[in-house]
């Protein structure tokens, strides 16, 4: 049944070549009861886990049921354990954290049974030991004797031809010994059993041989009593554990040592909660990046701003204003544009504010304060950290401003407005820093715009032969409106006589053309009275200190210059992320479009290459920094589980079975890792905890990046498994056993 002829087995270690056993020969039948007996250090168990299969041996060959083994790899270890061996040890090796039920049925679930199938059967065996009363008693609570019984009961449940003990009674009290090599006895009718001990008078009652070794050798082999020979009757069929048992297996091991558990549980937690401020923060400096950079045409470069103009450079018109607004995700339009990119000042005797002009008709909410109820009421859109609003906040609301912008020259008169409302830039730009917005009344835009429109155009005239340019604000030709002169005429300073016949003006032709990036107009006048410092205030209705060289038209004709409709527009989109898909639409409804972000001169294009760049490697560097963490605790925390791996595989898994039940287990770890962080970060957005930073940081992860961040934790558990299994497994049972135990 099982012949050994010359083998021999050396142990290799550091260069030192030891001898386990040299040339034995020795050859078994079915119904043997055997004794080896001998001194220590006489090569006992290494020739008992050579015939067990548990350690390769390097001459001779051994012969199972007729076959060789010298070329057995592995695999072929595996299903021969599987098929023939029962091992019994003197440390027991049993699975401490199970039950007495759960040990027995450990080995029959490896086997491919059934839990169902095996329960009487389990019962059964347990009875034949004499544990009932400790079936669901985990192992660790049992005393030697009881354990050993549990191996036995073990060996009976795989029910193998070959029951090989190495010394079962070696750490048992008398009476215990006794107890179970009758146990041993009385299951051995239709087996080989082999019994190593050095305390054969125990024993001798019921062996039917005695092989006595000596320095590696046999000194004596030595017939005790005739056996009653069996034949094998049954092949036994090798089958794998079941799919499903793996599962239950792996579940049942990722839960049964808490403290082990709880370990695992953390370092998993730790990678998904380290993934995800890694990645958030890197997408946070991303999109802060993308808000730096400048433009020196726009004043206003929110990424949810998009300039449209008319393909064939026409004005909008009212119709296309209400269909643009009917394109997704616009959330608004700003007719009048030019005033979103022109700086105001608002000050007041203590404060000083300076920033951009919005339309109240764009905000979505205040933080403080209240809405404006009428023209002279705003709201400020300014950083929480201002230094005004960070320690007068009360003040601040409840102080005059005046719009430097909007000096009412004519009357000598600042344009008032009061703060009322407060609204918070959540994510300011380094670059825009200390700056704000205003919503104003579109009264106030209205205002604002025009002059702006007034500081884009060129304003020429010729008058007498000769071309003049007006430049606004200039006292000395700006062309100014008055309501006292009339239509086609206009009223100049008598300085300018000096051009005209005679020093006498009247009838001259007076020609204002006006020339900006859209249109052009011309205004065809006639002089009609010439100012001194006398007649200013009355031909003029203005004070003559301030304008003594202006040059002044009919007031709705000077608004026509200006008033020609609106030009270039923006859209304000609702959501930055949809802008593509708006500007498609925009342009498909005949508009050229202009992206702020896409606009911006800088730097932080090239930054932000080089910071995706960044992102990519050093998330690769975290992800390889947290394997390895990872993997070396969790090999620690492993490392009391190598008793279990090796149990296993002395039990006849394979090593694919048995790393399938490590993934299994380390998945469900790192499932209820991730189902944590996904809690933690809905009680931290939405109930009790509300918490500002970690709601800042979730705004810039996806459900995309969320699954990103799943795989990434599935992928480490898996690698991790992987990596450990290899180590473990690159070995024979005894050597894995031997290092790691
Ligand atoms: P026994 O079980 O009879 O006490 P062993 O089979 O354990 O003896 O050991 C037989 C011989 O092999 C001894 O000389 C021992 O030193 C040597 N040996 C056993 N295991 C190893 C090992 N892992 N490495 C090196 N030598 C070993
Ligand atoms: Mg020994």
Not at 71 to 97: A, P, W
Not at 598 to 606: G, I, K, V, W
């Amino acid at each position: 049944m099982l012949k050994l002829k010359n083998v021999s087995k050396f142990y290799y270690s550091k260069g030192i070549v030891a001898t386990g056993f040299t040339k034995v020969s020795l050859n078994f039948e079915l119904g043997e009861f055997i004794a080896i007996t001998g001194e220590s250090g006489s090569g006992k168990s290494t020739l008992l886990n050579v015939i067990s299969g548990l350690d390769s041996y390097e001459e001779g060959e051994m012969y199972v049921n007729g076959s060789e083994t010298s070329h057995y790899t592995e695999k072929d270890y595996e299903s021969y354990r599987k098929k023939y061996i029962g091992n019994i040890f003197q440390n027991f090796n049993l699975v401490n954290s199970y039950t007495v039920y759960q040990n027995i049925e450990l080995v029959l679930l490896l086997n491919g049974a059934r839990k169902k199938d095996v329960k009487k059967k389990i019962i059964e065996i347990i009875k034949q030991v004499d544990l009932e009363k400790y079936k669901d008693r985990k192992v660790s609570k049992l005393s030697g004797g009881q354990k050993q019984r549990v191996a036995i009961a073990r060996a009976l449940a795989q029910d193998t031809p070959f029951i090989l003990a190495d010394e079962p009674t070696g750490n048992l009290d008398k009476e215990s010994s006794k107890s179970v090599l009758e146990l041993l006895h009385k299951i051995s009718k239709d087996k080989l059993v082999i019994v190593v001990t050095h305390n054969y008078d125990q024993i001798k009652e019921y062996v039917t041989r005695k092989i006595t070794m000596h320095d590696g050798k046999v000194l004596e082999d030595k017939k005790i009593k005739d056996f009653n020979s069996v034949t094998l009757n049954k092949d036994n069929e090798i089958k794998d554990i079941k799919w499903y048992n793996k599962i239950r297996l792996g579940f049942r091991n990722a839960f049964n040592i808490p403290i082990k558990f709880l370990l695992i549980f953390v370092v998993y937690s730790f990678i998904v909660f380290a993934m995800f401020f890694a990645m958030s923060s890197f997408k946070e400096a991303e999109y802060l990046t993308s808000l730096e950079g400048y433009n020196q045409f726009f004043q206003n470069t929110s990424n949810k701003r998009i300039v449209i103009k008319k393909l064939d450079n026409k004005a909008f018109t009212e119709e296309d204003y209400i269909n643009i607004k009917k394109i997704n995700n616009v959330k608004g339009i700003i007719k009048d544009d030019l005033s979103l990119d022109s700086y105001v000042s608002l000050s007041s005797d203590s404060y000083y504010f300076y920033g951009g002009i919005l339309s109240l008709n764009l905000i979505d909410g205040i933080d403080e304060g209240r809405m404006p109820e009428n023209d002279k009421e705003i709201v400020i859109e300014v950083s929480e950290n201002d230094y005004y609003i960070e320690n007068n906040k009360e003040d601040v609301l409840n102080s005059e401003y005046s719009i430097e912008n909007l000096y009412d020259y004519i009357n000598n008169k600042a344009y008032k407005v009061k703060i009322v409302g407060i609204k918070y830039i959540k994510k300011q730009s380094l670059n825009n820093y200390g700056y704000s917005n205003f919503y104003v009344n579109d009264a106030i835009v209205k205002k604002i715009s025009d002059n702006v429109n007034k500081e884009y155009s060129e304003i020429k005239y010729t008058f007498a032969g000769m071309e003049y340019i007006s430049y606004p604000y200039s006292i000395y030709n700006e062309i100014l409106p008055s309501k006292k002169v009339p239509a086609g005429k206009v009223v100049i300073s008598e300085d300018l006589s000096y051009n005209c016949k005679n020093f006498k003006c009247k009838d001259y032709s007076f020609n204002i053309n006006l020339e900006n990036l859209y249109y052009k107009t011309s205004l065809n006048l006639k002089v009609s009275k010439m100012y001194t410092k006398k007649t200013f205030a009355n031909l003029t209705g203005y004070k003559y200190d301030n304008y003594n060289g202006a040059i002044f038209i009919n007031e709705s004709q000077y608004l026509s210059l200006f008033s020609k409709g609106f030009f270039q527009s923006s859209v304000m989109i609702e959501d930055e992320k949809l802008a593509s898909q708006t500007i498609t639409e925009l342009k498909e409804y005949g508009l050229s479009t202009l992206y702020m972000p896409d606009a911006l001169f800088n730097y932080s294009q090239e930054f932000l290459r080089i910071l995706k760049i960044i992102k990519v490697v050093s998330l690769a560097v975290l992800i390889v920094t947290l394997f390895f963490i990872s993997y070396f605790i969790i090999k620690i925390v492993l490392k009391s589980r190598n008793v279990y791996f090796s149990t296993l595989r002395i039990l006849g898994a394979s090593a694919k079975g048995t790393r399938a039940l490590l993934n299994i287990e380390l998945l469900v770890i790192s499932h209820l890792s991730y189902i944590l962080f996904i809690c933690f970060m809905i009680v931290s957005l939405d109930f009790a905890l509300n918490i500002e930073y970690i709601k800042n940081l979730a705004e810039y992860i996806t459900p995309y990046d969320y699954s990103i961040l799943y795989a990434i934790l599935l992928l480490m558990s898996i690698l991790i498994t992987n990596r450990y299994s290899r180590k473990l497994f690159k070995n024979t049972v005894k050597n894995t056993y031997r290092e790691e135990v």
